[in-house]
């Protein structure tokens, strides 16, 4: 087991000096730990966990209780990759990065989606926008027959578009070709088109 190395301050009001520290052993610790001060303290006390298998752990007294919980927390975690590298062919790695004491940044944040081309996404959403601005200049007719024919769930042909409407495939037809005729010069124009 690896030896541990204990650091308490000798005046917990002191924020850390060199010259405020005891450095004890486990059963020094151990009986610190059963007095009312020690009691009192057990909160203060995180963990670091040693970098190679032969350093020590060190268990150190810290000014904030917050501190301390974050280093017993990062302990844990090194701790439970260590364990789980040994029985696992895989080397596992951490995603969580403790950049400072006030803010840390998850690593699987950081890697790119292959999925997710944000600007792709950002030209696409800007053309839907320009083309419900170009749909919303049609009259309702017009709206009716983009919708039945591209933007319904099931979308018509032309032919039963027609025949819901009670005309001929002819006249939806035209209607359909003067539609988008509309939209494509509204988009190309950038908007300025009108009658």
Known sequence: MARSIYLVKRNPMITSSEKNWIVMDAKEFHDFLMTSDGESRKKMFGMIAPVVKEDALIVIECDDPEKARELRREYRRTKYIYETNKYVELQLCS??????????????????????????????????????????????????????????????????????????????????????????LYLELGGKYEE
Do not use: F
């Open 95 to 184: 995603l969580y990065e403790l950049i400072n004491e006030q803010e840390s940044i998850s690593l699987g944040d950081t890697i790119p989606d292959p999925y997710c081309n944000v600007e792709k996404t950002v030209l696409l959403l800007m053309e839907l926008g320009d083309l419900r601005d170009a749909i919303a200049t049609l009259s309702q007719i017009e709206k009716d027959l983009v919708y039945h024919l591209y933007l319904s769930e099931t979308p018509c042909k032309v032919k039963q578009y027609a025949k819901m409407i009670q005309v001929s495939r002819y006249v939806v037809h035209r209607r359909k070709t003067r539609v988008l005729n509309k939209l494509r």
